[in-house]
Structures are given as structure tokens and as C-alpha cells.
């Protein structure tokens, strides 16, 4: 017998409001300046799959039909084909394209989204919009582990409750309020958390469950309904909450940003939106003309391959070529846009068709192959992570420079370099942690303090190497927190205490010499008047300011690896300008005559760094001796001839 779980009535308005959400995601992705709440086209596909398939358990409840099998089966059906096809193209075109480091990131990644847990990995690794996001080619999946995690554990929940005669509603209701009220009280905290953590995003799935319990049909008192809310509504009022709902969603893609304190408050735009969208009904009239119409209904039946291939397309281009033009990236979404279509109608169309079938031996083969093929693209990704990126077979073949191969499989290790965990602060530590950085207390050596971001512990290596025999050395440097007194950054909430209490800590050792350095591609210097005013009015009279670093479109191994592609035979450089981002000499200017102004001392990486023939990329034929492992942050080495190139104040001590 064929499931009734089978049997939903078809709405196309929902198709559009999904066509609504990718295209949503898919431009905030590729062009974030035109749409920059772009991303919480997310939330609308939240919304609209917790609606959904709380449907489907409901009218099955209701009629003693819900099979867990089926129920699962169904899922596997509508959601592995696709991913299995973008895991194991992206996982191919990696092995070509990307670096050890960056396949064994990959390789983990794809074990992450094989598994379902991608928001959980992304979680231990870093924040959405780190610098690193456009390079992490599966970093979308993490929205699918969400809702994965969600129809792991509801359908068992909605089961257990109505068996035991408990008030589906009031438990949905008390779900939902604990998962908002966990939102609330931690995105300020622990943004990272709050934003890939399943207890965090629950309540915008149950949204939609709670709407769909809203919608089921009158008198259905096995559910606890005895009215419909749908058949209450007029036509007027219908046409208002559709009306209400699209300016909440035209809203919330244009207020909201990457530096909201996102979910929060911020997540309730989006999801009211989609609720009222939904709840309006197809005969509304927005939902029959806008929502409806055959476009809007063909995006939002390619939606999830559609939403799986965009990003992987636009992160590998960026990869290979960070600077491609705005045409290419518009290209990559049309291309995004026919494999999608490919994979609806020739993979996922006639393999749900095949299994709606009275044959279960085709379903239960069809269903078996599929968590086969799932588990052995996991394991791909697995082999790609635990062999650190396959460099061997990979990198060694592909250049016949011993030179560049060692670079290119040349690992650093940031966290003893910049003592991390302490001395450098990650995302969420609080300013107390820094209580336990170890500091020199020589009272016949003047004292050093080194303040800010990472910008300033990649100058560490360097500062201890050339200056612990002149300085006790003060290190306090926190992840993307410049040394800007009073500035408050959402994802990074500890940065405004750590800071002050870096600030405290100067009045107490009172230091001879500090030095301030941060990215400040992203952070304007000219806030950095109210720290300086700061320092000097208890007693420092020597402050250092420490301007941009040479900055490469990508990271500077792989830079050498496409410049000698270019070059054959090559010689990899000493000196390079080839992907070099010339914005910085601009900084370095601007920030030299800042300096300038305020009467303190500038140390330009700039000019001790680059010349005619570009900036230093190595100083020996050995890996370690690269000047950067990123596209920005120095190596122990270059940090080393950095700073012995400093002119550092006279002490007179």
C-alpha cells in the first residue's frame, strides 16, 4: 500500500516562496553588495520545511499511518541523490585544484556533510563570515545538518506525545520558547554557537510545525484540532498577512547584514514573513500571481540542488582565481542554475517516480544503494582528512620544482607561534583567560607591550626573537579585535572587555614602549585616536603603530603555485607582484601620515617588505622561510625579518 505520507496537496506558492529564498542566498553569495541580508533566505527555508514535514507526520497521526520507515525512506530519496553528486564532484575537483591543507579541510568537510553534522564542524572551526567562508567550498551545508538534526528527533518526539496523549501544540509551543529564549540570551555571548547550534535555530523549524498544526483540517480531534485557522480567514485578511509577510521578507533582506547579532531579534523578520506567506493560503492574492506564476514555480523545484551547486561553484572559482570578475560570478550562477535543472529532472524526478511503486524490494534496493554510495563518499573524505591532504600523490606530480612542492606541503602551526589560548585569544575566550600569558618581569629591561588583533600575534615570533634580550615582553592579542577602545563588534563580543582590560593592564606594568597592530583592511585606524589619547593620558609616551602586511589574493603558497604555472620552466621567486593586492600601499600612506599627525611612531611593513619587483614571498630554498601561510598572516619567518627591520624608538632607560 502506498503511504498516505505520499499524499500532500501540491501548493505552488510554496515552490515560489522557496524560488523566493535561494535566489535570496544565491545573490547575497555571489553579490553581496546588492543584497546584504541575502543569507536569511536560510530562514525561510526553515520555516517552510519545518511546516512541511510536520504536515506530513500530522495528517499520518491523525489517520494511524505514520511509519518511521517510510517516513526516513522518503527523506533519503529527496535528499541524498543531489548531495551525493555535489559531494563527489566537489571532493574530484578539489583533488586538482587545492592545496594539502586545503584538501584535508575539504576532505573533512565532506565527511561533515555525508554524516549531516556540517553546522556541528563548522561550529569547532570558526564564524560564517571569517575571511576563510569563500574558501571552504561545503561551508552551506551546514543548513541541511540543521534540518537533519531536526527530522532525526521531531518525528520521534510528535510520536511518543501522541501516544501518550500529550498536547502535541503545548509541547511544540514549550520547544520553540526554550530554543528562542536560547537564541536571545546567547547570540550577544556566543554568536558562533548560537548560529550553527541545532538548540538555537529549532524555533524557526517549529514555526512551521506550529503553523502547520494551525492549518490541519477542522474537527481533526485526534490532534487536538477542532478548528481550521485557514477556513477562519477572508479573503481580505488573507491578502493582508500575504502582504505584511513579503514586506517582512523585502525588509529583512535589506536591513539585516553580516554584522547583525544574527539570529536574535533579527531571525523573527524572516520567519514571521515566511509563516504569514504560508498561512495567507495559495488563493491570496500575491501567493496566486507573484508566488505562483511558472518561474517563480521552476526555482523553486530545482531549489535544493540548486542550493547545493551555487556555492561550491563560486568557492572553487575563488579558489583558483580570488579577483574573477563580476560577470564570471554571474556566469557561475547560470551554469549553478542548469546543473540544477540537470540533476532535478534526470537524477532526483525519475528516482522519486521509481519508488512510488508498489514494488518495497525497488524502494528498499533504491534506499540501500543510496546510504551505500553516502557512506562511501564519507569515507572519501575521511581518507582525504586523516592522510593530511594526500600531498604525495597530489602536489608531487603535479610540479617538477622541488622548490615549490616543499612550499606546497609546508604546514604552520599557528597555535604555539602565537600562543594561542592565552597570549591570543580565540573567538569566545573572555578577557580573563589572558590572566595566564606567561610575561617577562625583568626590572632591568624596559617593558614591551604588543596590542591587538592577529595582525599583532603574528608579530610575536619576530619581537621575541629580535628584542627578548631588551624587553620584557606583554603579548595581548585577541581573534579580529583591533586595539580600538570602546569598539563593539557582534560576532566578536568579548573584543570591547578585552581591550579594557588590555588597557588596565598598561596602567598597572606601565609599559616603556607599545606597539597597536590589527587588520586594518577591515578596521578604520582613525578610530584608534581614542586608544592613543587613552595611552597617553596615563603616562606612555612611545607608542608604535604597525601598518598592513603584504596582502595576496590567495594564500601565498598557492600564489606561487599559479605564478609558476605561468612561468615554465620556473624559478620560484624571491620578490612577487603577481596577485599581490596593491590596496595596501594606499593603507600605508594613509596610515603614515596618520601617524604623522598624532605624533607617534609608524612602522611600515610596506616599505621594509616590498620593492621594484614586488613584495618577499621567501628568503631560502626552505619552505619555513615563506613569509606568509595565508593570504595575509606571516610565518614565523617572515615575521622574524619583519621585525628585525623595525626602528624602534630610543628607550633612553
Known amino acids: 500500500m502506498v503511504s498516505n505520507m505520499l499524499n500532500i496537496n501540491y501548493r505552488p506558492d510554496i515552490d515560489g516562496l522557496r524560488a523566493i529564498a535561494v535566489i535570496s542566498v544565491l545573490i547575497f553569495h555571489a553579490f553581496p553588495e546588492f543584497l546584504p541580508g541575502g543569507f536569511i533566505g536560510v530562514d525561510i527555508f526553515f520555516v517552510i520545511s519545518g511546516f512541511l514535514i510536520s504536515k506530513i507526520i500530522f495528517e499520518n497521526l491523525s489517520i494511524g499511518e505514520f511509519s518511521f520507515i517510510d517516513f526516513y525512506a522518503r527523506r533519503i530519496r529527496r535528499i541524498f541523490p543531489g548531495l551525493l553528486l555535489v559531494l563527489a564532484c566537489s571532493w574530484v575537483v578539489a583533488w586538482f585544484t587545492l592545496l594539502p591543507e586545503e584538501f584535508k579541510s575539504l576532505g573533512k568537510h565532506v565527511l561533515g556533510g555525508a554524516g549531516f553534522i556540517s553546522n556541528l564542524v563548522l561550529w569547532n572551526e570558526s564564524g560564517y563570515f571569517d575571511t576563510a567562508a569563500s574558501t571552504k567550498p561545503l561551508l552551506h551545508l551546514w543548513s ?16 511518543v506525545a501522541f501516544r501518550m496523549k500529550i498536547s502535541l501544540i503545548g509541547m511544540t509551543l514549550c520547544l520553540l520558547l526554550a530554543s528562542f529564549l536560547s537564541n536571545i540570551a546567547l547570540v550577544n555571548i556566543l554568536p558562533i554557537a548560537v548560529f550553527y547550534a541545532p538548540m538555537t535555530r529549532t524555533w524557526e523549524l517549529l514555526a512551521g510545525a506550529i503553523l502547520a498544526w494551525m492549518l490541519i483540517p477542522a474537527k481533526n480531534i485526534a490532534l487536538g484540532r477542532i478548528q481550521s485557522v485557514a477556513q477562519n480567514l477572508t479573503n481580505r485578511q488573507k491578502n493582508i498577512c500575504s502582504g505584511v509577510g513579503l514586506l517582512l521578507l523585502v525588509g529583512g533582506i535589506n536591513l539585516i547584514n553580516e554584522k547583525s547579532a544574527f539570529p536574535g531579534w533579527w531571525a523573527l523578520i524572516p520567519v514571521f514573513g515566511a509563516v504569514l506567506l504560508i498561512l495567507s493560503g495559495p488563493q491570496a492574492w500575491l501567493n496566486r500571481h507573484l508566488l505562483s506564476n511558472k518561474i517563480m514555480i ?68 533504491i534506499i540501500s544503494f543510496l546510504v551505500f554510495l553516502m557512506a562511501a563518499i564519507g569515507y572519501a573524505g575521511y581518507a582525504a582528512y586523516i592522510r593530511d591532504g594526500i600531498p604525495i600523490q597530489r602536489v608531487l606530480l603535479t610540479s617538477d620544482n622541488p622548490v615549490l ?34 610575561s617577562d618581569k ?87 585616536t581614542k586608544t592613543i589619547a587613552s595611552l597617553r593620558d596615563i603616562g606612555i609616551k612611545n607608542i608604535a603603530l604597525v601598518g598592513p602586511v603584504p596582502r595576496w589574493e590567495n594564500n601565498l603558497p598557492k600564489q606561487l603555485s599559479i605564478y609558476c604555472k605561468q612561468k615554465t620552466p620556473c624559478e620560484v621567486p624571491y620578490y612577487m607582484s603577481m596577485g599581490l593586492i596593491p590596496k595596501i ?68 632607560h
Open 585 to 652: 600601499f594606499e593603507i600605508d600612506a594613509l596610515m603614515s601620515q596618520f601617524a604623522l599627525d598624532q605624533k607617534i611612531y609608524y612602522l611600515s611593513p610596506a616599505k621594509i617588505m616590498c620593492g621594484q619587483n614586488g613584495c618577499l614571498v621567501r628568503q631560502t630554498d626552505a619552505a619555513s622561510s615563506i613569509t606568509a601561510w595565508d593570504t595575509v598572516h606571516l610565518t614565523d619567518s617572515g615575521s622574524m625579518y619583519l621585525v628585525s627591520h623595525f626602528l624602534l624608538p630610543n628607550l633612553g
Open 442 to 528: 625583568n626590572p632591568n629591561k624596559p617593558t614591551l607591550v604588543l596590542w591587538g588583533d592577529s595582525h599583532a600575534a603574528h608579530l610575536y615570533p619576530g619581537v621575541k626573537s629580535v628584542y627578548q634580550n631588551q624587553f620584557n615582553i606583554v603579548q595581548r592579542t585577541a581573534s579580529a579585535c583591533p586595539p580600538i577602545l570602546g569598539l563593539e563588534i557582534a560576532i566578536r563580543p568579548q573584543c570591547k572587555k578585552i581591550n579594557d582590560k588590555t588597557l588596565e593592564l598598561i596602567k598597572e606594568v606601565k609599559p616603556n614602549l607599545v606597539i597597536l597592530a590589527a587588520d586594518w583592511q577591515s578596521d578604520p585606524f582613525n578610530d584608534l
Open 144 to 159: 541541511l545538518g540543521i534540518e537533519e538534526q531536526f527530522y532525526l528527533i521531531w518525528p520521534v518526539l510528535l510520536w
Open 405 to 438: 612542492n616543499k612550499i606546497l606541503i609546508y604546514k604552520f602551526e599557528t597555535g604555539a607561534a602565537w600562543r594561542m589560548g592565552n597570549c591570543f585569544l580565540t573567538e569566545n575566550q573572555p578577557a580573563e583567560d589572558a590572566n595566564s600569558c606567561p
Open 298 to 365: 521552476f526555482f523553486g523545484l530545482i531549489s535544493f540542488p540548486l542550493y547545493l551547486w551555487h556555492w561550491p561553484l563560486l568557492s572553487f572559482a575563488r579558489n583558483i582565481n580570488p579577483s574573477n570578475s563580476e560577470w564570471m560570478r554571474a556566469l557561475l550562477l547560470l551554469i549553478s542554475v542548469l546543473l540544477a535543472w540537470l540533476t532535478y529532472r534526470f537524477i532526483e524526478r525519475p528516482l522519486r517516480m521509481s519508488t512510488e511503486t508498489n514494488v518495497w524490494f525497488t524502494q528498499k534496493f
